[in-house]
């Protein structure tokens, strides 16, 4: 059955965006994905073939899928992966799909991968758990962790719940790249979406200091006088 999941797969790739993803994604030297190989494979493509199959595979099937060297692959692994958890009936088996995922975190590894299927997966796992998770990752110096960390969190935002995302986002104030500013700013974005006082505390007390990218996503929804006065340093 995997290899049925991976010939319509390839039998889908479309050589235009073949040719484009790989410069999308920056798998040039020294870019975030350097090395990932694409097939060209459309998203919406990716998820037909993810419902279509995601019954009839084992978690241990799709953690070969998850590790295989395509991009396309891992993705479909992932939306397999968060079309079980969703629809789980026993414990066990949300638990075992969370631990699989957090043991293959390393393939989980560009922001598209990450923002498909952290808070889907482990945000909604660990929501009412011992959430110390989150800062093994975020501290783990490692990019893809450090993202799903961040994107996890969004589970607790639809839930009302802001104070983790608070806290990684201060954390992460210094990061030195622009994948993590985006996805806090996007992150306290979504908070401000539930309650504009909780977000705008955060950017008044922070907004001085943080990436200018990160502060951009943050306030991308604000009134456009309020924009600019977070901009012009004149909150």
Not at 9 to 14: K, Q, Y
Not at 38 to 48: A, D, I, L, S, Y
Not at 132 to 153: C, D
């Amino acid at each position: 059955m995997l290899d049925a999941v991976k010939r319509e797969l390839a039998e889908s790739a479309d050589v235009e965006k073949a040719k484009f993803y790989p410069r999308f994604f920056q798998t040039q030297p020294g870019g975030y994905g350097e090395g990932d190989l694409f097939w060209g494979v459309t998203v919406p493509e990716q998820r037909r073939v993810a419902r279509k199959y995601y019954r009839q595979l084992s978690l241990a099937d799709l953690e070969q899928l998850l590790r295989d060297p395509i991009h396309e692959c891992r993705f479909t692994a992932l939306a397999m992966l968060v079309l079980k958890f969703e629809r789980a009936k026993e414990e066990a088996e949300r638990r075992a799909i969370a631990e699989l995922y957090l043991a293959n975190a390393d393939y989980v590894n560009n922001w598209d991968l990450v923002d498909a299927s952290a808070d889907k997966i482990l945000g909604a796992y660990i929501y009412d758990r011992d959430r110390s998770v989150l800062w093994e990752l975020a501290r783990s110096g490692h990019l893809w962790r450090q993202r799903i960390a961040v994107i996890a969190t969004f589970y607790f935002i639809r839930q009302g719940d802001f104070a983790d995302t608070l806290r990684l986002a201060e954390y992460l104030l210094d990061h030195e790249h622009d994948l993590i500013h985006k996805a806090v700013g996007w992150m306290l974005r979504e908070v401000g979406k539930r309650d504009f006082q909780a977000e705008y505390d955060f950017l008044r007390q922070h907004y001085r200091t943080m990436p200018r990218i990160m502060l951009r996503y943050a306030i991308e929804k604000y009134e456009p006088h309020l924009r600019q006065e977070f901009l012009q340093g004149l909150i």
